[in-house]
T-cell receptor, first 111, second 111 residues
Framework: DGGITQSPKYLFRKEGQNVTLSCEQNLNHDAMYWYRQDPGQGLRLIYYSQIVNDFQKGDIAEGYSVSREKKESFPLTVTSAQKNPTAFYLC??????????FGSGTRLTVV | GQQVMQIPQYQHVQEGEDFTTYCNSSTTLSNIQWYKQRPGGHPVFLIQLVKSGEVKKQKRLTFQFGEAKKNSSLHITATQTTDVGTYFCAVSYNQGGKLIFGQGTELSVKP
């Protein structure tokens, strides 16, 4: 079955550490997105990529970085510069004609 | 930045009652999508509306797009406990543009 795989499901980060969240899709979608979800705040766009080797900042890109070296993969790095990284992170992809397909998410907690 | 207002934030209903959530934009929309997120889960695409005045139905769910393409609603008739979750609208201001999500409406259904 086609879909999006996010890993890990749960991640714990120490203060000052960088961590990378994985997002892989086998839907052959060109566009991929990273959202952050906090309680009561909906989904906020961090970064998006519409084609390989290209990506754009979303509304809350500070403290995050991404790469898009392959069509299937769009990893997100949460850097130590992100002051409040504890959140639920969702990766999504989009193909023409339908809505976004989301992965099952990664819950990141700072310890 | 461009924002979309979704109301209400919470709705508690008795099973069998109807439920409606509204999404409003100050700017004309290219299209609007609706998603459902079950507790602990990820958003799942429900439907996309593109045309002015469009009405679409999925069983007990009715989706409407305003004539001016600035607002939309999702109505559930005779709610069931399986309807529990958060319903998000997501808007795009230009064809192929990024989606901006509303804050979501959390629905709880008392059996």
């Amino acid at each position: 079955d086609g879909g999006i795989t996010q890993s890990p499901k749960y991640l714990f980060r120490k203060e000052g550490q960088n961590v990378t969240l994985s997002c892989e899709q086998n839907l052959n979608h060109d566009a991929m997105y990273w959202y952050r979800q906090d309680p009561g705040q909906g989904l906020r766009l961090i970064y998006y990529s519409q084609i390989v080797n290209d990506f754009q900042k979303g509304d809350i890109a500070e403290g995050y970085s991404v790469s898009r070296e392959k069509k299937e993969s769009f990893p997100l790095t949460v850097t130590s510069a992100q002051k409040n990284p504890t959140a639920f992170y969702l990766c999504a992809s989009w193909g023409t004609g339908y809505g976004y397909t989301f992965g099952s998410g990664t819950r990141l907690t700072v310890v | 930045g461009q924002q979309v207002m979704q109301i209400p934030q919470y709705q508690h209903v008795q099973e069998g009652e109807d439920f409606t959530t509204y999404c409003n934009s100050s700017t004309t929309l290219s299209n609007i999508q609706w998603y459902k997120q079950r507790p602990g889960g990820h958003p799942v695409f429900l439907i996309q509306l593109v045309k002015s005045g469009e009405v679409k139905k999925q069983k007990r769910l009715t989706f409407q797009f305003g004539e001016a393409k600035k607002n939309s609603s999702l109505h559930i008739t005779a709610t069931q406990t399986t309807d529990v979750g958060t319903y998000f609208c997501a808007v795009s201001y230009n064809q192929g543009g990024k989606l901006i999500f509303g804050q979501g409406t959390e629905l709880s259904v008392k059996p």
